[in-house]
């Protein structure tokens, strides 16, 4: 008796939709007929669409849905979808990386924050604001 592990399997590129919807491209990969075949895509669509009902809350969850599915299918799916698809380069290049403010915090434990406002207290005038946002501060480090 043989089992049949996940870890085994070939790995699916979005696991939220789960194996089964994995199973269904793969399938449809294999349909000679194209208006067979688009038909088929377009029963898929609906699976993931009823799968995952939280994407309806999105502006054109349909685009995003027909996305997806040709993520799943590497992009190998020779369909008539409505969208264009997306270039696969996009989901290997790496993302921009987010500058960050480097130098010296003197109060590690404190952070650049409050350091940060520390310093916007010290600027400001003597008055109700400043013994306000001091009092934040106190609060912030306690």
Not at 6 to 14: P, S
Not at 19 to 38: L, P, S
Not at 55 to 75: M, N, S, T, V
Not at 119 to 133: F, P, Q, T, V
Request: aromatic share 8%.
């Amino acid at each position: 008796m043989t089992y049949d592990y996940n870890t085994q399997r070939k790995r699916m590129a979005l696991p939220e939709y789960g194996r089964n919807v994995q199973k269904m491209v793969d399938h449809i990969k294999t349909i000679e007929d194209r208006a067979e075949r688009n038909r088929a895509a377009r029963t898929i669509i609906q699976v993931m669409g009823n799968l995952n009902p939280h994407l309806r809350d999105e502006g054109d969850f349909r685009h995003k849905l027909w996305d997806h599915l040709a993520l799943i299918a590497d992009f190998s799916l020779d369909i008539d979808s409505p969208y264009t698809l997306p270039e696969p380069t996009k989901f290997v290049e790496k993302p921009n990386q987010i500058p960050y403010k480097q130098g010296d915090i003197r109060f590690l434990h404190y952070g650049r924050i409050v350091e940060l406002m520390i310093d916007a207290a010290c600027e400001m005038k003597e008055g109700e604001e400043r013994e306000y946002l001091t009092t934040l501060i106190v609060n912030q480090m306690k």
